[in-house]
């Protein structure tokens, strides 16, 4: 859709429109008139509409990054329109529409904060936008827009226990296993090695994580 063909000439928008069916999506978008039942019942009136969303998508992801777009998006932000984060230890963190593909149907807009950074499902239940209708882009480039917008302070982050003590191998354990961004884990082996030590002097329970700190250095998890 972005690549150099379709922006040599008259750019994305007149490429767009010469495609067969797509210059009535333009003119489907302009028109102030709505489709009656004899229209949803037309297949060629449901794929032109189709497009026509599609188009009018591109155009939203593309005007949400112009100045006059990021202000409006800041004031829907600020109104809390795109609900908060659902992760507890986040406290109702406000979110911001983000999609996770530029590309067309691969995948419905989700929701980012910018507490814990991360994406998720929206609350409200089959909310069929397509994730390029936002983009990849729009959540950063609003926040670094406007820099106060960025959470006072960050991620707390929550540490699993059983019976207050920290758990071998899980956050907050001093032998955590680490991830890389892929989620691959990076200090096994150096997991590995304690755990061996410790079974070897018989401080450690059991190898399948579920030996405790308790168990290694009886520190509890809370102050
Ligand atoms: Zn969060």
Redesign the pocket.
Known sequence: MYDSESSSDGGWISWFCDLEGHDEAMKMILSSESPDSEDLNDQGFLEIYQCAMDLYGLIHSRFILSPRGLAMMREKYLLGTFGS???V??ER?L?LPIGLSEELSTSRVKTY??????V?VPRQKNLDIDGAYFGTSFSHVLLKSYPELYPKEG?VTYIPTIYGFKIFGQKGSRYEIQYDVMGKVVNQKDVDSVLKKKIASGAAGNVNGTSSDAQVNKTPAYK
């Open positions: 984060c659902q992760r230890l986040c963190q979110v904060c910018p507490r814990c950074q991360e998720y991620p």
